[in-house]
């Protein structure tokens, strides 16, 4: 007998629950054993994988998908090796839940202890990578959390592949099955059931799509931390180095153009924009990024296609660039808060007054001065891990990773104390 | 010419966000100018302030609110001093923004920098006392916010007397009067345009019933931190100090039965029941307390009305107290985790380990050993102010001041580097 979708959903989310308080008081050691126990299951049960990845692959060619997306489905090899490597190292990294944040005694003697807990059940819903399954269960394992996750209908025989192998080495450590579930059908009823559940599921973080991010977020009765889209600047001020600023702009373009912390738009400030643009464009060209620009930009270099208001808006993920000459850095700043999606974006400048300007005032969640944009990133940042990058600004703000997959309590200990 | 309520709304948004981009960037002295403004300007107004406050009290009565209601949005010589002294308190408190968090060098030479920023426009919703106003209004000035109000219908002459008063002030300190907004109207569309605006307002408190905070959160497309109900628990635990349980079990129910952090639930262990309930009962009964027993209380104490299954449910905010023996620790973690709301939960006990185990074990916001649940509270806690008490898990959990009306950002600071 099966159960209506929302039924289905429901229960799993209620032993999510069940599970997520075992996993808040389960010590580190035996944390470290499941993730262990994950890590051989996923070598261990490689060909039942792949296996399922090639039924996924072989229907994405079937409906038609692109060449783009079907490598983003595929899991190679090296891809499944690099899945455990990431389970391996989320066991070297330190345990945050029970870490104190702060103590202090009030004058009436009241020790007031601020201590990291976990959040308790996260959703993830995703699409494409079916990595992003093995990643986040890791990460909300260590971290003590319970995981529901949905990922997408393109890789759902991959994911339960996946989960299944999990929830094997799961139970070998004596943790409940329903530490990390899937939801278990494609349909998008199943993500509706999901975020209604506001007395079982205490965050949602949805990795995707600008369209997938706005139907949770006009759904979703479960607070959401997005993962949206990176509209990021560099922008070259009249005191910058030029040389590096060339290096800077290429590297934040081309290094990896499809990642959500690549530049998406170059400013320019007028001064040294005719120094500046034809040669870092000519360098652009070689690495065949497709240059759009602003009348200004136009006049001084040739070849260069109109950028039009939705360019400056655009997340491109692709090696197409839009470019504009300001005439200050106000004019500069007042580009990146208009069109900007508060991501990452750097200045360059040897002006300290301009850089320090441009750092108090871009309120994006990483602002850079002198380095590229692409740094927007956990291990890059140190945090060891990531399970996304957040646009949101409450709770957690740029690279998340296991720290902010906590929340805290306060404990207060007293010798009789009472209130007056 | 007036526009439609949610053009209006959406006007005050926009306006409040280019004031948030304002207030982000000013200096405390003209914040704390701006907040003695705000406090001479009160007492300046009081006459208008309580002319105002006199006609909702009226049309109060006449819509026949209950005598407690009427108190609440009252606003006497006494409560205008009060708000007036709680704004030079926020004065006297420190900035929160532009504090380094943290800050770290990477083996590239990346200096990452994490640093505080306000949220940006705040969103409250409240019911009943008008003070709410003033005091929201002064947090989130001084923490760089700019804040759009709703309060509710039976104070809304009050609420706009006093933003007047708010608005003159900001504007003699050449501060947008856009950063303290009231929703010009005290229909319920009024809410639900607010609640709309995801692009303009950054987060919402609300503080208020069940009811009202049940509708915010499945209307609303901005993220929410809830105030929502205290169901607060002690347990008395077989190794605790009689004397010192009910010393804490009177002060936890009767010092303000009215307020989220009142003991609504009192768990005793079955091996000092006897010893220790006829006494405390006594002197509860002596303190007007109403009690509603379990069937074992009920054999102890003379004329216990039975609790029912909904009782354990219920935030009384009265003096009205259910009573509960267990037979052990387990079993008065259990009933905590089931029918509380996770907000300030107590034990009292002289073992180290029960203790450990009820700290680690209850997941409530606030956990006690040896002290009142009273004591949930931004002024008692030395945050020194108190926007409110968060039931939520995301961004701010228990007792909310000015560090948690900021987030943070990321500052990242190179000489050049690009990533490999």
Redesign the interface.
């Known amino acids: 007998m099966t159960f209506p979708i929302h039924e289905q959903v429901q229960r799993i989310a209620e032993a999510a629950k069940q599970a997520a308080?075992v996993l808040?008081?389960t010590p580190t050691a035996k944390k470290d054993a499941a993730l262990q126990a994950m890590a051989q299951a996923l070598r261990a049960q490689r060909d039942r994988i792949r296996g399922a990845n090639a039924a996924d692959v072989e229907a994405a060619q079937g409906d038609g998908l692109s060449p783009a997306l079907i490598d983003r489905l595929t899991l190679t090899d090296a891809r499944l090796d690099e899945m455990v490597t990431s389970i391996e190292a989320v066991i070297r990294l330190p345990d945050p839940v029970g870490a104190v944040i702060k103590e202090?005694h009030?004058p009436n003697g009241?020790l007031?202890r601020k201590v990291r807990?976990p959040?308790?059940v996260v959703g993830i819903i995703y699409e494409s990578r079916p990595n992003v399954t093995s990643d986040c269960a890791s990460l909300c394992l260590k971290s003590g959390n319970a995981v529901v996750l949905r990922g997408g209908a393109e890789t759902f025989r991959s994911n339960q592949a996946i989960a299944s192998a999990i929830k094997q080495a799961l139970a070998q450590a004596k943790l409940p099955e329903a530490a990390v579930s899937t939801i278990p059908t494609a349909e998008r009823a199943g993500v509706d059931a999901m975020l209604e559940l506001?007395q079982l599921i205490?965050?949602v973080i949805p990795r995707g799509g600008e369209e997938l991010i706005r139907k949770i977020?006009?759904r979703s009765?479960i607070?959401?931390?997005k993962h949206a889209k990176g509209v990021c600047h560099v922008f070259v001020d009249e005191a910058a180095?030029l040389q590096?600023a060339e290096?800077?702009a290429i590297?934040?373009k081309c290094?990896r153009p499809a990642t959500c912390n690549a530049m998406e738009t170059l400013l320019v400030h007028e001064r040294v924009a005719k120094r500046f643009l034809p040669s870092v464009i000519a360098r652009l060209r070689e690495a065949k990024v497709e240059i759009r620009g602003c009348e200004t930009t136009r006049s001084m270099v040739p070849d260069v296609q109109p950028a039009t208001e939705e360019d400056w808006f655009t997340e491109y993920l692709d090696l197409i660039l839009s470019v504009r000459i300001v005439r200050s850095l106000d004019e500069a700043i007042d580009h990146i808060?208009r069109y900007g999606s508060a991501h990452s974006d750097a200045i360059v400048t040897s002006d300290q007054s301009h850089?320090e300007r441009f750092?108090?005032?871009v309120?994006?969640?990483?602002?850079?001065?002198?380095?590229?944009t692409?740094?927007?990133d956990g291990y890059?940042?140190?945090l060891g891990a990531e399970i996304g990058i957040s646009t949101?600004?409450?709770?957690a703000?740029?690279?998340m990773a296991l720290e902010e997959l906590t929340?805290?309590?306060?404990?207060?200990?007293?010798?009789?104390?009472?209130?007056q």
Request: hydrophobic share 40%; aromatic share 8%; glycine share 8%.
């Open positions: 308080r808040a008081n202090w009030q009241l007031i807990v959040l308790g506001d205490d965050v977020i006009e009765r607070p959401v931390i180095d590096m290096t800077i590297n934040a290094q808060t850089a750092l108090r005032e309120d994006s969640a990483c602002v850079y001065v002198n380095a590229s692409r740094f927007t890059q940042f140190g949101d600004r409450l709770h703000r740029g690279p929340t805290y309590k306060y404990v207060v200990i007293g010798s009789g104390q009472v209130r």
